[in-house]
């Protein structure tokens, strides 16, 4: 029989499996030229929104057992500058 501890890990495990599945599908129905496309300049394109998720699951899961929330190191702001560039590498 699994422990609370082990039945909570093995649901958080699927469910981050799950949505980053569902990221994932969305992502692969923008074409790839698209990704940096904003309706204007006071919204985000995808890459950003991808960009800002990855900053902001950095800081909540770095050392999560023993520090809570942001992390001194992490530049919000920066997440939303549009400094990715599109190859076609």
Known sequence: ????????LESSLHLFAYYKTLGEKALLQIPEEKLFWQFNEDS????MVVKHL????????????TSDGEKPWRNRDAEFENDLKFTDD
């Open 1 to 8: 029989m699994n422990s609370h501890p082990q039945v909570f």
């Open 44 to 47: 985000n394109s995808a890459a």
């Open 54 to 65: 990855s900053g902001n699951m950095l800081s909540r899961w770095s050392e999560f057992l």
